[in-house]
């Protein structure tokens, strides 16, 4: 399946990527077919040098059945080459990852400055203190 990509490049934290039809099989930064044009992110986006394509070839390759991935998608949209896809839905991103595990296990993520938590834990206490009251008085 032919699939069009980003393909990464530049030096540590500084990414620079390629536009690129590859097979989908083919790793990211690996071999492959052609090259659609750049995408530099570091660049403001109002600048003309941010995003360069070549959109005869784009065309041609849409065309032959390559599939955009949602970033170079967006990237065409942004340029009229395609539609411009539609957002995603995906309401975990707004909790916080360490909240994310809690959700999936007992239904929904609750914040921790809940009420409900710290009237349990007195009642728990309250039990036991008088449990183990009765039983030192037992022992005088």
């Known amino acids: 399946m032919l699939k069009m990509r980003l393909s990464m490049g530049g030096t540590k934290k500084r990414p ?16 492959f077919i052609e090259k659609l044009g750049f995408y530099n992110p570091l660049l403001p986006k109002d600048k003309k040098e941010r995003i360069g394509l070549d959109s005869e070839r784009i065309k041609y390759w849409l065309g032959q059945g390559a599939q955009p991935t949602t970033r170079v998608a967006r990237l065409l949209g942004e340029n009229d080459i395609m539609p411009m896809p539609e957002k995603g839905n995906n309401p975990q991103k707004a909790i916080p990852k360490k909240d994310r595990k809690k959700a999936d296990e007992g239904g929904e993520a609750k914040p921790e400055g809940d009420a409900s938590k710290p009237a349990e834990a007195p009642k728990d206490k309250e039990e036991a203190k008088p449990a183990e009251a009765p039983k030192e008085e037992e022992k005088k």
Do not use: N, T
Request: glycine share 6%; no cysteine.
């Open 16 to 31: 620079v990527y390629k536009i690129v039809v590859a097979d989908s099989r083919f790793p990211r930064d690996g071999r």
